[in-house]
């Protein structure tokens, strides 16, 4: 079995047997961690940060989460309308007045937050060098009609989630939400992740590889690239990538920084003995908003402000494999990071479900 590193306890050695396996199987690299009631009792990684296998994945690798941002951004929200600066319930012009434009005055802050907003898109081909520009985008957000009566339908806000929520964070705290992030939470918390990363930290990547049977072209919407776009395994291993901030998929960290993070969730809102928000701020996350037919992803769905709501636990996934998963019953956290993506059209991929498996494993 492949050499797994980091520490665990007895009862949730499944963990790191999983992760072994998944190391022998399918991935490169890879960590995962468990936390209970806000304290760690999984931590471990794995593989290499290469496909050539030449450099180990250290305590201190990181990898690009894709999705599994969205509930970081989400979390950075969910803490201002828990200091009362924001209201879930209020229209989103309250904060940013320039968004009512279009007819969206009834667009309210928790339609953005559970993507029943109508903004999963926008006309045109996705270009990634147009995401690096925050005010055009947000601009061009604020201009558009929504494409359904907001709060009666959803529809994954794919991209459109991070800038929509992002600008909502920036207009009320100030501070672009890799900025709020890091001074907020991750550094309270002594948390390695980061919305917006800094060049000192690019030794310590691990870089995406795509699925076995596809390049580096792969890209996050679907075959015809050409006339949709998307966001392309080679577009995420770049440095403008890196540098920007993209709030619904560029988030870099390890499965360590996205447990500790989120465990504040599932643990009454403290995470490592910090206090981030409220036990009644959190419920939010988990309290349905809305339960149907995703128009976007074809499929039925649950969510609550910010997150994907599953039976008694909330969390989500990023394209590619990675995950994370809360169970505010138990007070148990557990995350997945990776850097060999696979693709579910093509292959299931069960990686991160058999690692939450594991750690309930472990719970019984």
């Not at 890799?178 to 948390?191: D, I, M, Q």
């Not at 990538?241 to 920084?257: I, K, L, Q, S, T």
């Not at 989120?262 to 009644?280: D, F, K, T």
């Amino acid at each position: 079995m492949a050499e797994v590193q980091g520490t665990y306890t007895k009862e949730f050695s499944p963990v790191a047997d999983a992760l072994s396996e998944l190391l022998d199987a399918q991935d490169i690299g890879a960590s995962a961690a468990v936390f209970m009631h806000g304290e760690p009792v999984v931590d471990v990684w794995g593989g290499f940060a290469d496909a050539e296998r030449t450099t180990a994945w250290e305590r201190d690798t990181i990898v690009n989460v894709m999705s599994t941002t969205k509930p970081m951004t989400a979390l950075c929200a969910l803490m201002l309308a828990d200091r009362g600066e924001l209201d879930l319930s209020a229209p989103v012009s309250t904060y940013w007045p320039e968004f009512a434009a279009a007819g969206k005055d009834n667009v309210l802050v928790r339609h953005l937050l559970s993507h029943t907003a109508g903004l999963p898109d926008w006309p045109g081909r996705l270009v990634v060098d147009d995401l690096y520009d925050w005010t055009a985008v947000t601009d061009l957000l604020a201009s558009l009609p929504t494409q359904w009566e907001p709060g009666t339908a959803a529809g994954y806000h794919s991209v459109t989630f991070g800038f929509l929520v992002g600008e909502v964070v920036r207009r009320v705290s100030g501070r672009t939400i890799g900025r709020f992030l890091a001074e907020e939470v991750a550094g309270p918390l002594g948390a390695d992740f980061h919305i917006g990363l800094g060049a000192e930290d690019d030794a310590r990547i691990a870089r995406l590889y795509p699925p076995p049977s596809h390049s580096d072209d792969f890209n996050s919407a679907g075959p015809d690239y050409e006339s949709t776009g998307g966001i392309r395994v080679k577009d995420a291993n770049t440095e403008a990538w890196r540098r920007a901030e993209v709030p619904a998929a560029n988030g870099f960290g390890n499965a360590r920084a996205i447990a500790l993070i989120q465990s504040a969730l599932s643990n009454r809102g403290v995470a490592g003995g910090v206090r981030l928000l409220s036990e009644q701020g959190c419920e939010p996350a988990w309290h349905v908003e809305y339960s149907g037919e995703d128009r976007v992803m074809g499929q039925q769905s649950t969510y609550g402000v910010g997150f994907g709501v599953f039976g008694n636990t909330f969390g989500w996934g990023g394209w590619g494999g990675s995950l994370v998963m809360n169970d505010h019953v138990s007070g148990m956290t557990v995350a997945y990071a990776m850097n060999q993506m696979l693709d579910p059209r093509e292959q299931e991929d069960s990686r991160g479900l058999k690692i939450v498996a594991a750690a309930y494993e472990g719970l019984r």
